[in-house]
């Protein structure tokens, strides 16, 4: 989950997640709280959604794994 939204460039609606991805819905919900908890991953309101951006340093050490 994390190399996906790594590889996001926007912030991403995780009401919308890619249809190959191997957790449910509440699981990928419970990964996205796991990781703002760690301040690894940033709410960013859009009206009345909400998208989720991971954090710049934490994108790139994915990104580099």
Known sequence: MSQWLA???D???ISQPPTDRELSQSELW????S???RGLVEK????ARSLFLLN???K???KCR
């Open 11 to 13: 912030a991403v609606d």
């Open 7 to 9: 590889s996001q460039d």
């Open 30 to 33: 419970q990964a996205i709280q």
């Open 44 to 47: 960013v309101q859009l009206g």
């Open 56 to 58: 710049p340093v934490f």
């Open 35 to 37: 990781l703002a908890r």
């Open 60 to 62: 790139a050490y994915i």
